[in-house]
């Protein structure tokens, strides 16, 4: 399959990176039944996957209209929460944004393919508290994506992307930990199959009626390997890879697959590693 998403054309650094889409691209699609993957983990682990705080009510109703509206259809609630119910009927994951106690708080959402969080570390925080360990973010972004959020025009989807390498094919991966205490048993040869290059697709949008905003994120997942059918991409890989600032490598950990990724490159034809050997 054609690699979809390719963010490391644009940047090998942390950035806002939001740009103005068609309204009629807001939702990828492209997955039969999100319900079958997401229902099991809103069984098994509600609380990792699922929150909401009281009074977002409203806001989430806006969002299942709004999905609805997109999808063309109308969503039964069948006694699930309105967030909840219009998530299971998109890949996407949903988050209700509302400006609370004087900042831009989680208010409800629906996490199912988390990269290395929960519902918990982002709860009713708001977004200065959930971007604190992310390097640089709250001195160099915040006030802009507070600004963002405060001046959305009703109607206007935006779109940023973002990229990382990540040693499993799961969506659902809640706890960094697990995955990457199997990094060493990889051997070189595996790394076009055991590595991927993980993409979040996400958006933004206001939600007119309750004034809250709707962030989705979207998970993208191929195998590394799937670069070198795509030559122009996987040139554009290993800029990024070689060029990465340091504080955008170490928060993503990608020092941890430097030696795989290198040979992975070297065996493609692209020869310049990460250190110059
Ligand atoms: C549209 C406005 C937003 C912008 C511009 C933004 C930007 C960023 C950036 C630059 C990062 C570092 C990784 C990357 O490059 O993506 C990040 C990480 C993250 N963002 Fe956002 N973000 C936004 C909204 C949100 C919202 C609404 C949530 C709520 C779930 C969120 C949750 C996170 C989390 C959990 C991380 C990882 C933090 C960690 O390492 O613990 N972001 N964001």
């Known amino acids: 399959m054609s690699i979809r998403h390719a963010p490391y054309e644009e940047a ?6 939001l740009k103005a889409i068609e309204e009629s691209a807001w939702l990828e699609g492209g997955e039969a039944d999100p319900a079958a993957r997401k229902d099991p983990l809103y069984a098994a682990h509600r609380d990792v996957v699922w929150g909401e705080v009281p009074g977002s009510q409203a806001g989430q109703r806006e969002v299942l209209a709004m999905i609805e509206a997109a999808l063309g259809e109308a969503i039964a609630l ?3 929460p309105p967030l ?3 998530a299971r009927r998109t890949p996407d ?5 509302e400006r609370r106690d004087g900042a831009w708080r989680v208010a409800a959402l629906s996490l199912s393919a988390p990269t290395f969080f929960t519902v918990s570390d982002v709860l009713d925080r708001s977004l200065g508290q959930i971007h604190d360990p992310v390097h640089g973010f709250n001195d160099r972004f915040l006030k802009r994506v507070e600004r963002i959020f405060e001046g959305l025009r009703p109607g206007l989807v935006l779109q940023r992307r973002n990229w990382s390498v990540v ?3 799961e969506p659902f991966t809640p706890d960094s930990a697990p995955i990457r205490a199997r990094i060493p048993a990889i051997r070189p040869e595996q790394a076009a199959d055991e590595l991927f290059v993980r993409v979040e697709r996400q958006t933004l949008r206001r939600l007119p009626q309750t004034g809250g905003a709707l962030f989705t994120i979207r998970v ?3 195998p590394l390997g799937d670069l070198a ?4 991409r996987l040139a554009a890989f290993a800029r990024a890879w070689r060029e990465a600032a340091p504080a955008f490598r170490a928060y993503k950990r990608l020092p941890l697959y430097d030696e795989l990724v290198t040979r992975f490159l070297r065996a493609h034809g692209e020869s310049h590693s990460v250190n110059g050997n």
């Not at 090998?12 to 990176?17: C, E, H, K, L, Q």
């Not at 994951?93 to 944004?97: A, G, I, K, Q, T």
């Open 12 to 17: 090998a650094d942390f950035t806002i990176g």
């Open 93 to 97: 994951d949903l988050v209700l944004v």
């Open 220 to 222: 993208w997942l191929h």
């Open 84 to 86: 909840y119910a219009a």
């Open 78 to 80: 069948e006694g699930r």
């Open 167 to 169: 040693n499993s094919a």
């Open 229 to 232: 059918d795509d030559p122009p």
